[in-house]
């Protein structure tokens, strides 16, 4: 694909347009072992090697990075007072325009993924596709079995009119589960174990679709995710 190299770089993330003006005037780009200075020069992002700062750049259409969500950080891509994932991102990540596919909340941690993928993030985050997503739920009370058939069965939200779908419960210990929904919406966890009489005090997503959270990851630390992992997601 031929594209100018100004909306090549700037897509990756290297910069502004104004920024890669200047990086192009004082000699930080390269195309094909030449320095480039020309903002509207045109390049075979499958052909030329072009690197910035001697490194190469690379051309994808699309980022998908998988993110260990730490607490006290909201899924959305700006907030006045709080802080959001995307400033955990560093360079170049953090000038790629990610957003957060679906929301965690502020109190949450886990499986978040952020993507310029707007198709992706839908298919994701529909509950038509079915995309399960799987929570380690810490409880302050034992889980009963009225509660776990009640979570399993669906529960039916007067406010909204909307009846969960059926959950997945697997029980690791008395206060301890494993619960898998294919929705997301607000507090939906939290709501669901309320309404049974029951209480969330931990909660941590560790997969989406047949993707797990990789284990290596830290709270806080991110990583891309490959296109045979994304096709695991859909599996």
């Known amino acids: 694909m031929k594209i100018r190299i100004?909306?090549?770089?700037?897509?990756?993330?290297?910069?502004?347009r104004s920024e890669i003006k200047k990086f192009l005037k004082t000699c930080r780009v390269?195309?094909?072992?030449?320095?480039?200075?020309?903002?509207?020069?045109?390049?075979?992002?499958?052909?030329?090697?072009?690197?910035?700062?001697?490194?190469?750049?690379?051309?994808?259409?699309?980022?998908?990075?998988?993110?260990?969500?730490?607490?006290?950080?909201i899924s959305a891509t700006f907030d006045v007072k709080l802080p959001t994932v995307l400033d955990l991102l560093e360079f170049p990540y953090s000038n790629m325009e990610l957003f957060p596919v679906g929301r965690l909340d502020i109190d949450t941690t886990g499986f978040l993924i952020l993507t310029n993928d707007g198709k992706f993030s839908y298919n994701v985050t529909n509950p038509k596709k079915k995309v399960n997503?799987?929570?380690f739920v810490t409880l302050r009370d034992e889980l009963t079995k009225e509660q776990k058939e009640?979570?399993?069965?669906?529960?039916?939200?007067?406010?909204?009119?909307?009846?969960?779908?059926?959950a997945k419960v697997e029980e690791l210990s008395k206060k301890e589960i494993y619960l898998t929904i294919s929705?997301?919406?607000?507090?939906?966890?939290?709501r669901m174990f309320e309404y049974v009489g029951n209480e969330v005090l931990e909660l941590k997503r560790v997969s989406i679709g047949n993707l797990d959270l990789d284990e290596e990851l830290e709270?806080?630390?991110?990583?891309?995710?490959?296109n045979n992992e994304i096709e695991e997601i859909f599996r």
């Open 6 to 16: 100004d909306r090549f770089l700037c897509h990756m993330g290297i910069g502004s």
């Open 30 to 73: 390269k195309v094909n072992g030449k320095l480039l200075k020309s903002s509207n020069t045109q390049v075979d992002t499958e052909k030329d090697e072009i690197l910035f700062d001697d490194e190469i750049v690379i051309y994808k259409e699309f980022t998908y990075l998988m993110l260990n969500k730490p607490k006290d950080y």
């Open 133 to 135: 997503k799987k929570y």
């Open 150 to 166: 009640k979570i399993e069965n669906g529960i039916y939200f007067e406010k909204e009119d909307f009846t969960t779908e059926n």
């Open 183 to 190: 929705e997301g919406k607000f507090h939906q966890v939290k």
């Open 219 to 226: 709270l806080g630390d991110y990583r891309e995710i490959t």
